[in-house]
């Protein structure tokens, strides 16, 4: 959770209005599919995984920082919050 001066901290995990992709998004399995969380330097963002790759640890690779910020920007909206919110506190 992100914690702050805001009485209503973020849930940066809370995966209930991410929508579930139709393949993992590491090895594109099409079944066994669970979306969670994962995080870059860039920030947090929900992901597609399916059983064995979660189990393992494996989350998608970017091809580039762009697209890692994409996926952030995407969780952020589906928490209502602003990709800061979401940025690693270091």
């Not at 594109?28 to 947090?44: H, K, N, P, Q």
């Not at 989350?59 to 800061?84: G, K, Q, Y």
């Amino acid at each position: 959770m992100v914690e702050g001066d805001d009485p209503h901290p973020i849930d940066a995990d809370d995966t209930s209005r991410c929508p579930t992709a139709l393949w993992c998004d590491t090895c594109e399995a099409a079944d066994d599919l669970a979306v969670g969380t994962a995080e870059s330097t860039l920030g947090i963002f929900c992901v597609t995984l399916c059983g064995t790759c979660a189990e393992s640890g494996r989350v998608p690779r970017f091809a580039s920082w762009v697209l890692a910020l994409a996926r952030v920007h995407d969780h952020a909206e589906h928490l209502d919050c602003t990709v800061e919110d979401l940025a690693p506190r270091y």
